[in-house]
């Protein structure tokens, strides 16, 4: 390294490695530290994320072991389990569930951080904060206190029957509505936090300009603030619904193992029927799922393109 | 002409939601019965009882080796190549290749990583979950370092590599230490996300060395028990203290700014 730099330094051009231009020297020197600090982060990704993804996916066009593994003879045959009724439910119905799950989210975290942008300052980071700060938590025990709030003796059925809602207590474990309260629970600040992001930077003399030309605040909000705020809501959608799809461990502790999603399909392929290329394929399944998605997504955020920014 | 009062019900109603389950955890911790449902008085039994627990030490120890490994290996990795990425490279590709770590669900990369140590017959260990957490970790750091450097002033490494400096040297003085405080950022963020990751864990750690999330996972499906909720209070309490400590010293440094 010392060599180059002396070359790099214009006025040591003229030493003992003059042969080499000062700017070719530049040059090579710009490619050595591209390798540098490209190469260490991009192999490491190489190796440990682009060939374990390809391997993975390449196994779906393989045949299983007989103890895990594959048998490396091609086969159609993963593909057309995966249309098989029994697996298509479950399919459809995690995509339903992580449907609902992002919906609820949206509905509830929409004037939550629509709420929390209109704060004043000092609150709004406090607010901030308070949504995040369940989510730095272990998500595990997260769920779990859901088991103790709704099962029969818990809070919710003593909480019901004690204001004289109910008689006995009532069965809240182990659905589809306790699979979706958990999915929400865990991921609610990622639906609040881009959503604030995107409300915040509105503009407020776009809802005043709207105001003073008539408009209710009914109007306002469905033809400037949630336009505007599109961004925000596909941003906030996203990042709900892509941990819901795949999510095992939610349905496995508040479904009870009677519902179940494509997640505990999938875990189970691997760690129990040893049925790796059909898991693989599933996997596949969730990934198209996922990359249709981002490109309505990518489609829809083009269609409401950043308007309404606050200006400096 | 404004009336949040109708907005503010969701708004609350959400911060009930997040944190009735969080109380009730807490409060049942110092239950003095066996019943996870119903309060008998308080004591400090289950932290006892926790306290013997061999099993959630070695869970302790072994999420807090692993975190710490993969954290060093993600800061470095991801310094560098969002380094790399800003300075000496314009490929929208190469972007996108590094954000995908953190985009892919993570059942995906665990059965991914899984495979791959099968075929290439490496045996599973602590080893093995540290270089999975990396893939994730390093996606973090290089995301949050990068965001640093494109707030950065450019003209202090322009004026460096004018003067002659060689790109390491311009790297060491120059941008390392604007960077700090992005890099000390992101490595808190790949040390927080391992300690709590379960999935990519549950995949490629060996089943006599469990992480701490893998403990609490087999705690909470194979029986409900009040230990549990002292394990959560703790963990609880740990992670606030980082969050607003953390929260703190940000406030601090940008006054600083």
Redesign the interface.
Known sequence: ?TT??DI?????ATGPLSGRSPRRARVL??A???L???G???G??IV??I???A??LS?TIFRRGRF??VVYETTGENFSRLVDPLYLDVFLGSIQTAAITTLAAL???Y??A???A?LPRRWK?IAL??????F??????????????L?G???VNEALTGIGLIDEPLELLYNQGTIVTGLL?SY??LM?LPLYAAIERLDPQLREAS?NLGAR?ARTFWSVTLPLSMPGVLTGCMFVF??C?????IP??LGGGRSIMV?NL??DQ??KARD?PF??TL?LA??AA?VVLLFLQAWASRVYGGTGERRA | ????GL?????W???V??????V??VV?SFNAGD????FEGASLKWYGELAGDATVRQGLVNTLIVAAGSTVLST???T??A???A???RSRL?DA??L??A?L?????A??????Y??VQMTLGLHSVI??H??FG?AFV?AVVRTRLSHADTSLEEASRD???????T?TRITLPTLAPGIVAGALLAF?LSI?E??IAF?TAAPTEPTL?IV??SM??FG?TPE?NA??TI??AV??T???VA?RMTRLTESFR
Do not use: C, K
């Open positions: 390294m180059e730099h790099a330094r214009p006025g040591a020197g710009r050595a530290a591209r540098a600090f490209l260490p982060g991009v490491y990704l440990l994320l060939v374990p993804l391997l993975l196994y895990g593994g509905l509830l975290g004037p939550t629509y709420a929390i209109r980071t904060v308070a949504v995040v700060l369940p730095w938590t272990n998500f595990l025990i997260r769920v779990y206190a859901w088991v103790i709030l099962s003796p818990g809070l629970y609610l600040p609040v105001a605040p892509v941990p799809l795949g999510n095992f461990v496995e502790i997640g999938i875990r691997f760690l790796w898991g693989a996997a969730v990934i996922l | 002409m404004r009336r949040p907005l503010y019900v969701p708004f109603a959400t911060y939601f997040l944190y009735t389950p969080i009730v955890l049942m019943s996870p449902y119903t470095v990795l991801g560098l190549l380094v790399g990425m300075r000496y490279s190469l290749f590094g995908l770590p985009v669900p993570d059942l995906v990369l059965i991914a990583l899984l495979v791959f099968a075929a270089m999975a990396v893939v390093m290089a003067l002659g400096a060689t790109p390491l040297a790297f927080t709590d379960f999935v995949f999330p609490i996972y909470v499906r409900v549990i394990l959560a963990l609880l992670s606030f980082v969050v607003i929260q």
